[in-house]
């Protein structure tokens, strides 16, 4: 299986099921929030979301390749945020993931079509 057709299963699964095996050990992640090196980093920030977020989505609204080396994937986050009042919040964005010669992912980053202030705002709106 191509990996744009395993990382597109893995979406559809997200946060649970996530296929590792298709990151460098050493893959470079960076979004609004985070940066850091390192693919059980990575796997320990994705186990964070799904310990303490309930009803994690990650919608894809496309994925291809922009080069023989890049994917590029445009998505919608959502999740109800683990708060009394449980509010649902959301991130549409985008991410560009990097190959490797070795056809593993080497950087994966997220681009959010929102600031940081207005995620933050969403625990707040009634």
Not at 1 to 25: C, G, K, N, T, V
Not at 97 to 102: C, N, R, S, T
Request: net charge negative; hydrophobic share 35%.
């Amino acid at each position: 299986m191509d990996i744009l057709e395993q990382i597109r299963l893995d979406y559809q699964r997200f946060p649970d099921d996530q296929s590792y095996h298709l990151y460098a050990e050493d893959v470079h992640f960076k979004d609004p929030l985070n940066q850091f090196r390192g693919v059980d980093r990575y796997r320990r920030m994705i186990g964070f979301i799904s310990h303490w977020f309930k009803d994690v989505n990650l919608q894809l609204h496309g994925i291809e390749y922009s080069s023989p080396s890049q994917i590029d994937t445009r998505w919608t986050l959502s999740w109800i945020a683990p708060v009394p009042w449980q509010p649902r919040m959301s991130i549409p964005g985008r991410s560009e993931l990097g190959l490797g010669e070795d056809g593993k992912v080497i950087s994966h980053i997220d681009y959010w079509d929102c600031s940081r202030l207005s995620v933050l705002k969403q625990l707040f709106a009634l």
